[in-house]
T-cell receptor, first 114, second 114 residues
Framework: AQSVAQPEDQVNVAEGNPLTVKCTYSVSGNPYLFWYVQYPNRGLQFLLKYITGDNLVKGSYGFEAEFNKSQTSFHLKKPSALVSDSALYFCAVRDLNYGQNFVFGPGTRLSVLP | ETGVTQSPTHLIKTRGQQVTLRCSSQSGHNTVSWYQQALGQGPQFIFQYYREEENGRGNFPPRFSGLQFPNYSSELNVNALELDDSALYLC?????????????FGPGTRLTVT
């Protein structure tokens, strides 16, 4: 079965500092990996995805993610955090062997402190 | 903001009742997926509709059913409501059912079952 782990429930970072939100996955085939962000009382917003190719993927709002096949990880990063980045972040995976559904991680709450 | 809309925004129902939630997909999208997001958890895949046919289903009982219409809008129906059905229900649309496509989420419908 496919699964996604986000080992940190909460990440705190000071504004201007780099941030990392961690994600590891388990699939039986080649993974398609996604990051979404959720602001309070809002739906999920797409940030970026890895399908194939360069292991470093750039996305919206200055975010990027690094795919590491050997460590089965897909960590989300940003060089300089903003207070407005504070939100709930979800990593998700799609595996061809399990049809069309996304499997989401439990989420990591990011707090950027001024 | 995505072009995905959902109605109603909030809903309160009594255990045993039935409920219908509605979703309008983003223009140009022919695939709609439904997710249940319980408080403090990541979204859980319910099912997906592609060109009016169910195209994958998660681990939800048959009392969760759906429809997709020729204009690609969709309904989620839940019969015999249980207290555990209280959650945020998210609809997401995409350009197709291929796993490479990102999904664009609506703001959700908050269902409370008492």
């Amino acid at each position: 079965a496919q699964s996604v782990a986000q080992p940190e429930d909460q990440v705190n970072v000071a504004e201007g500092n780099p941030l990392t939100v961690k994600c590891t996955y388990s699939v039986s085939g080649n993974p398609y990996l996604f990051w979404y962000v959720q602001y309070p009382n809002r739906g999920l917003q797409f940030l970026l995805k890895y399908i194939t190719g360069d292991n470093l993927v750039k996305g919206s709002y200055g975010f990027e993610a690094e795919f590491n096949k050997s460590q089965t990880s897909f960590h989300l990063k940003k060089p300089s955090a903003l207070v407005s980045d504070s939100a709930l972040y979800f990593c998700a995976v799609r595996d061809l062997n399990y049809g069309q559904n996304f499997v989401f991680g439990p989420g990591t709450r990011l707090s950027v402190l001024p | 903001e995505t072009g995905v809309t959902q109605s109603p925004t909030h809903l309160i129902k009594t255990r045993g009742q039935q409920v219908t939630l509605r979703c309008s997909s983003q223009s140009g999208h022919n695939t709609v997926s439904w997710y249940q997001q319980a408080l403090g958890q990541g979204p859980q895949f319910i099912f997906q509709y592609y060109r009016e046919e169910e195209n994958g289903r998660g681990n939800f009982p048959p009392r969760f059913s759906g429809l997709q219409f020729p204009n690609y809008s969709s309904e989620l129906n839940v019969n015999a409501l249980e207290l555990d059905d209280s959650a945020l229900y998210l609809c997401a649309s995409s350009k197709g059912s291929d796993r490479a496509y990102e999904q664009y989420f609506g703001p959700g419908t908050r269902l409370t079952v008492t």
